[in-house]
Every structure is written in structure tokens, then in C-alpha cells.
Nanobody, 122 residues
Framework: QVHLVESGGGSVQPGGSLRLSCAAS????????MGWFRQAPGKEREGVAV?????SITYADSIKGRFTISKDNATLFLQMNDLKPDDTAMYYC??????????????????WGQGTQVTVSD
């Protein structure tokens, strides 16, 4: 059983920052396709950022220059700066053991966390 556990969500004002973490112990020594995805009320789920074996990264245009995905052994991170109200969503960590994310941000990894809420408002 693969377990992914997110933390770090919360409520911030526009322009603020949050750092999401995803505990992913099974991915410490494996190949991986991992990423952060989000879903806002009434909207479809979208890929925010993915990272692959070897460190190749793809970002959604909407968050480029503001968000940074990184992986440190068994933990996946998403540093979010200059947050905007449009960033309000449930954020999910997801991953599997493929060497690459074959469809980039459209890849649907096999394993998902329970999600952490990010709310950006005045």
C-alpha cells in the first residue's frame, strides 16, 4: 500500500506564501513520476507541477515563477509564493513508480493523498 500524506495548507492573504509537504516514504529510492494537482470548487482538477526521475520538472503556466516543486528523498514539496485568490483549491500530492510522467501535467498518477486545502483571500 502506497501512502501519500500532505500537510502545510492553510489560509493566507494575497501575496502570501505557503509550503506544502507530502510524505512519500516508498519513493525514497525508486523511480518516480510525482506531482501536485489542485481542484477548485466547480472546476476540473488540474496539474500544477510534476517532477520525474532525474529531476525533470514541468509547471503549469498559471503558476510559473511563483511555485517551486522539489523532492528531497522521501518528501515532495511545493513552495508557493505570491499566492493569488485563483490559487484557492484543494491541493493533492500524487505519484507512481514510472520513470517518467508520460503525459506531463495531464498524467494521472496511480497513488493520491487525501488533499490539503489552500485558501487565498483578504
Amino acid at each position: 500500500q502506497v501512502h501519500l500524506v500532505e500537510s502545510g495548507g492553510g489560509s493566507v492573504q494575497p501575496g502570501g506564501s505557503l509550503r506544502l509537504s507530502c510524505a512519500a516514504s516508498q519513493f525514497k529510492y525508486s523511480t518516480y513520476c510525482m506531482g501536485w494537482f489542485r481542484q477548485a470548487p466547480g472546476k476540473e482538477r488540474e496539474g500544477v507541477a510534476v517532477i520525474e526521475t532525474g529531476g525533470s520538472i514541468t509547471y503549469a503556466d498559471s503558476i510559473k515563477g511563483r511555485f517551486t516543486i522539489s523532492k528531497d528523498n522521501a518528501t515532495l514539496f511545493l513552495q508557493m509564493n505570491d499566492l493569488k485568490p485563483d490559487d484557492t483549491a484543494m491541493y493533492y500530492c500524487a505519484g507512481d513508480f514510472r520513470h517518467r510522467c508520460p503525459s506531463g501535467l495531464s498524467t494521472i498518477p496511480h497513488h493520491w493523498g487525501q488533499g490539503t486545502q489552500v485558501t487565498v483571500s483578504d
